[in-house]
């Protein structure tokens, strides 16, 4: 269909207001924070901002009969190019749909719809004493509906784990327009084996079997008291062994974060005010619950970790606290200070390894780094394995582009070959679908039945997760 | 030129568009959608920048909706200047700009002090008889324009003598002279708010301040660069810091927090991208707002007469907090009052909408955002607002109107100059 044609039969659909085709605002539909969006333009031919079930379902209606490929989209903060239009056709901005329509208290949990953002809602839910507790690192702008689609999780997945353990059931709108409700239509249980478990299946199948519209989440109360430990190393491979001293010990810190010596430098030279010690790794553990509990088990953490660290430190008060962790928080953001023309991007980033080869997998991404001759920094959540490589390059650089991409592939196959996942929490999308089979074996011509029948004619964000080569 | 703009050049390769941006632009809450995301001005000035994209008036106006409220800016984990690049966007496209009733304003109407008093009488003229009668008068009926109505409902009552009439080139200190302050008496200020520049020079002198305020001045420039006129903002600078150059003054202070952001040099990277004048290297570190000079660099004279009991809240100007992180000092000025209780607003760091000429061309946005900041206000039932910004003033202003409210919007330094009255 002609995208003048397309424009003009999605106003009969939705309101004029309600979408998108002007050049310039199709064009910020183009991107995601993703390395591959910087290079490539995936421009839509229209983009829609429904605001009802009804409104999604009509879309999909249309979509479904002119086989139209339609992407949803959230607050596009991804790294994958997941809520991009690589096979053209219609964006569906859900962010503008933001209402969080019941705060069940007594149930302890929360109805809402796709686009309310993530801090939003914990914000909201704080007067209650509960939250959500999944804390991906952009919970300032993502929305609660992409966290579903990708099944997110951040910083304190150590303790409280990813976003699938809290969704209770989802309204999901089909590829044809269908709507069900997952978890139980009249459900309000927290404990449900009821049926086939649908409701995981659409969590993490980042957009491709059908378009979220209601989300129920559980909610837990909210911690009172938190404190922060940092331990400083002159020996990497002590780093990790701390960490499982301290499980050993019975204890569970909603927080384990490291930074290696890249990632030191480059916090230090982004705020030198920080002035984290010289040393090959820091460790940060957080620790949350009640004041007592939290006083007792941060004692005990820092006693453990004087066995293998150089020093430790301690501390409950905000402001120390607040330091100490903005160290852990600006690394993202500090990994370009490592090269003044540089620019870090999002590639390789998110590998997910066994918690007994996270140093091998730190030593072994140096090596890759000097290889080529890009430097990279290292950091991420080694509570569970989960390892963040920054390369910082200069994006404008063909050639250096080029060689980032290598770079990154032998990050994802590391990994693979270290028993370990391309990805731990920002998903395939279009850049890692091609590690599928060697990752899932089999597995994947499972997916591809799923997805064919829920999706027989391929319009629900085409070109995503599944490797395209064997799609059809 | 665009591509030589440092911001242009160096920074945009840094922006990994996380879309951090999106949780603080006051004019994406209220727009919500993509093309309204501060990332959106980064991405399509890269496009301009590299010719993927042609200049031309749908560009120009995406460029126009920005409040410059540098709330992005400040939030930008990569420190991307985004309003840099609006800026430099603007200046780019200003041929494609259909804004030409701001450009007429702003070309004759706001310059110099001559230009300035054409503008109180006309303003006064208009707001006596209506704008329609106005522009009967003075031959502007091509003019009219929904744009030019909603201007003057923007502008606050002109009622009186611009500040400027009465106050001399050089007023002495009270007492032994401690410092020679320039004062930079903004248009704005001159224009709508006399009384206020005449609290300023009161309570500077009363602290020992020799007061110089040139007659020569000119803009700030800060409208001009708004508005794409680089070139204007540019002469008009040049000529503010000779004239404080020649008077020799120890310090610039200014009580609107857009005019002491722009000295201060918000934008010298594309006003003198071949190096600053050596007026303006003389200054530099020397140049204040009004409420932090007071605050932080003068032994303050706590001398204060009780006022009537008046309970005020305080609005910040995005100019003062996001530009200049200046936060508390307008609050340690207003609790240092006997009398005055300082009420704190949700949100007080908040655009109010106003950004100078913004609300001129996006009547209906900048409306919206003022709505929730009338409602914040409301909610603390102060009997008063202070600001330290003429622009929000005005803001402000017609908000508290169109809600029927009547409160009045002060700059903190007025009740100071109310206290140390009362001791006289």
Not at chain 1, 46 to 75: D, N, W
Not at chain 1, 190 to 205: A, D, E, Q, R, Y
Not at chain 2, 71 to 92: F, T, W, Y
Not at chain 2, 155 to 180: D, F, H, L, Q
């Amino acid at each position: 269909m002609q995208s003048e044609q397309l424009v003009r039969e999605l106003k009969k659909i939705l309101s004029p207001d309600k979408v998108l085709y002007e050049k310039l605002d199709l064009l910020s539909y183009s991107y995601d924070s993703s390395f591959k969006a910087r290079n490539n333009r995936y421009i839509p031919d229209a983009v829609v901002l429904p605001t009802s079930t009804q409104e999604v379902s009509e879309v999909m209606k249309f979509a479904y009969k002119h086989e139209i490929p339609v992407t949803p989209r959230g607050a596009g903060s991804g790294e994958t190019c997941g809520a991009l239009a690589v096979k053209g056709g219609i964006v569906m901005d859900l962010a503008a749909w933001d209402t969080i329509e019941e705060v069940d208290t007594e149930n302890m949990q929360v109805q809402l719809r796709p686009g309310v953002v993530h801090a939003k809602l914990n914000e909201h839910l704080a007067q209650y004493g509960l939250f959500f507790p999944p804390d991906p690192g952009s919970s300032k702008m993502c929305t609660v509906g992409g966290m579903v689609a990708n099944n997110s999780s951040g910083l304190r997945a150590v303790k409280y784990g990813t976003t699938e353990q809290y969704v209770l059931g989802l309204e999901v709108v089909l590829p044809d327009g269908k709507v069900i409700t997952t978890g139980g239509v009249k459900s309000r249980a927290i404990k449900n084996v009821s049926g086939m478990n649908l409701t995981k299946l659409f969590i993490g199948s980042e957009g491709t079997l059908g378009v979220v519209t209601k989300i129920r989440l559980r909610l837990w109360p909210k911690p009172k008291a938190r404190g922060i430990l940092m331990a400083v190393y002159d020996d990497l491979e002590n780093a990790p062994k701390t960490v499982l001293d301290v499980y050993k010990s019975g204890i569970l810190p909603s927080g384990i974060e490291i930074l290696d010596s890249s990632a030191i430098k480059a916090v230090n030279e982004y705020k030198p005010e920080i002035n984290l010690p010289d040393a090959e790794a820091i460790l940060l553990f957080e620790l949350d619950g009640n004041p007592a509990s939290v006083e007792w088990e941060g004692n005990e953490v820092a006693r453990i970790a004087k066995n293998r660290a150089i020093k430790v430190e301690w501390s409950t008060d905000p402001k120390r606290m607040a330091e100490l962790w903005q160290g852990r928080s600006v690394t993202a953001t500090a990994a370009a200070r490592v090269r003044p023309d540089g620019s870090r991007v999002f590639a390789g980033e998110d590998i997910s390894v066994p918690l007994n080869k996270v140093t091998e997998s730190l030593r072994r991404i140096k090596e890759i780094g000097k290889k080529y001759g890009i430097g990279v920094v290292n950091y991420g959540h080694i509570g569970d394995g989960n390892v963040h490589t920054a390369p910082v390059i200069n994006p404008e650089d063909s050639a250096e582009v080029e060689l980032a991409n290598k770079l990154v592939d032998e990050i994802h196959r590391t990994a693979i070959e270290l028993g370990g996942s391309t990805t731990g929490e920002h998903g395939i999308g279009a850049v890692r679908s091609q590690y599928a089979r060697e990752e899932h074996g089999e597995a994947l011509d499972v997916m591809y039945i799923i997805k064919k029948a829920l999706d027989p004619k391929g319009i629900m964000n085409p070109g995503k997760l599944l490797p395209e080569r064997e799609e059809q | 030129m665009l591509q030589q703009v440092p911001a242009v050049k160096d920074l945009i390769r840094k922006c990994v568009r996380c879309g951090q941006c999106r949780s603080v632009c006051p004019l994406f809450k209220e727009i919500k959608n993509e093309g309204a995301a501060p990332r959106s001005h980064v991405f399509l000035t890269q496009l301009l920048r590299d010719g993927e994209l042609e200049p031309d008036s749908a560009l120009a106006r995406r460029a126009s909706r920005c409040l410059l409220c540098k709330s992005c800016s400040k939030e930008c984990p990569s420190g991307i200047p985004v309003d840099q690049l609006v800026v430099a966007m603007r200046n780019h496209l200003k041929d494609h700009s259909k804004d030409n009733v701001k450009r007429l304003l702003l070309s004759k109407l706001f310059k110099d002090q001559k230009s300035l008093k054409t503008a109180h009488f006309l303003l006064k003229t208009s707001q006596v008889t209506g704008i329609k009668s106005l522009a009967d008068k003075t031959g502007l009926l091509g003019l009219i324009s929904s744009d030019l109505e909603k201007a003057n409902k923007l502008t606050a009552p002109v009622s009186g003598k611009m500040a400027s009439k009465n106050i001399a080139e050089v007023t002495p200190a009270k007492g032994k002279r401690k410092v020679r302050v320039g004062y930079f008496l903004g248009c704005a200020t001159n224009l709508f708010y006399p009384a206020r520049a005449h609290a300023t020079i009161e309570v500077l002198t009363v602290n020992g301040c020799e007061v110089i305020t040139p007659k020569g001045l000119q803009c700030c420039g800060m409208p001009h660069i708004a508005n794409g006129d680089v070139v204007s903002a540019k002469t008009m600078t040049e000529n503010n810091f000779k004239l404080f150059y020649d008077f020799d003054v120890d310090v610039i202070i200014s009580d609107c927090a857009s005019c002491s952001s722009m000295l201060q040099g918000d934008y010298y990277d594309q006003l003198f991208a071949e190096g600053l004048p050596a007026a303006v290297t003389h200054f530099k570190g020397k140049i204040y707002d009004l409420n932090k000079f007071l605050v932080d660099e003068i032994d303050l004279n706590a001398n204060l007469e009780k006022l009537p009991k008046t309970t005020v809240t305080y609005h910040d100007p995005c100019h003062l907090v996001k530009s200049q992180g200046i936060k508390e000092e307008p609050r340690k000025i207003l609790k240092l009052i006997p009398g005055v209780e300082l009420i704190e607003m949700d949100g007080a760091d908040q655009c109010c909408g106003g950004a100078g000429t913004f609300g001129i061309s996006h009547y209906d946005l900048s409306r919206k955002i003022l709505d929730s900041k009338i409602v914040s206000i409301m909610d603390t039932s102060a009997d008063c607002v202070t600001t330290s910004c003429p622009a929000c003033s005005m803001q402000l202003g017609h908000g508290l109107v169109e809600h029927d409210l009547k409160l009045e919007v002060k700059h903190p330094v007025e009740f100071l100059a109310e206290a140390y009255r009362k001791v006289k």
